[in-house]
């Protein structure tokens, strides 16, 4: 069931539908101003699902167009900044690696310190950037970032896990502001069924957009740098 949008100050009653608080003073729907720092989009999803695949994708399709900058999370590694810096999708100064330690979703949700640090870092070091892309370590469903690290965020899951994710909801597939169903091209090879998901991804997410992709086939990753454009062309200016 899609997330309803709700009123506050609000009370909660035992058999209510169930909702998200987004963080207090933040209209998650708001336009995002331009001119004082770069847009941040966080990229979330379980382990292996193509999140680093889809970063790199992202790189080579907007590099050339906007000021750009990713930062990695991996718990005892830098295995996902070595990946992007072996395949040359962004100079190695464009590139920050946090070794979180701890669970990924912690360095994205609850503690955000060494991520805002890391972010922060790039924007000092380079100058005004368009864009941070927040690559967080492989988590569960229930992984979300916090308002207070991203702007808006990706879920990326993958047809392999089995065409019930999208159904099994969480906080990942409903309140993403995008879903990404990856790895499309493996679907007949684990009899995953596509309407299946798409019918499911539209009923927990209500209106929010979902888009289907395979990273082997598209290395542009088209669809997901297409939405990002239109996020950054649809930026106010500071106020
Ligand atoms: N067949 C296929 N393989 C893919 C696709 N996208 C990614 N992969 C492969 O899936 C594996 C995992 O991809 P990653 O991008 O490392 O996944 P990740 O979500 O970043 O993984 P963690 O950071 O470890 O959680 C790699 O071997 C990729 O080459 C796709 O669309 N199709
Ligand atoms: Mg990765």
Known sequence: MPAEPHAAPHTHEPDEVPHT???????????????ARALRVGIGGPVGSGKTALVAALCRALGDELRLAVVTNDIYTTEDAD?????GVLPADRIRAVETGCCPHTAIRDDISANLDAVEDLEAALGPLDLVLVESGGDNLTATFSKGLIDRQIFVVDVAGGDKVPRKGGPGVTA???LVINKIDLAPLVSADLTVMDRDARARRGELPTVFLSLVQDRAASPVAD????????????A
């Open 176 to 178: 993403a502001d995008l």
């Open 21 to 35: 608080h987004p963080d207090p003073g933040v209209d998650p729907h708001a336009p995002l101003a331009a001119g």
């Open 83 to 87: 990946f992007l810096l072996r395949n």
């Open 227 to 238: 939405w990002i454009r239109g996020l950054v062309a649809a930026r106010v200016p500071a």
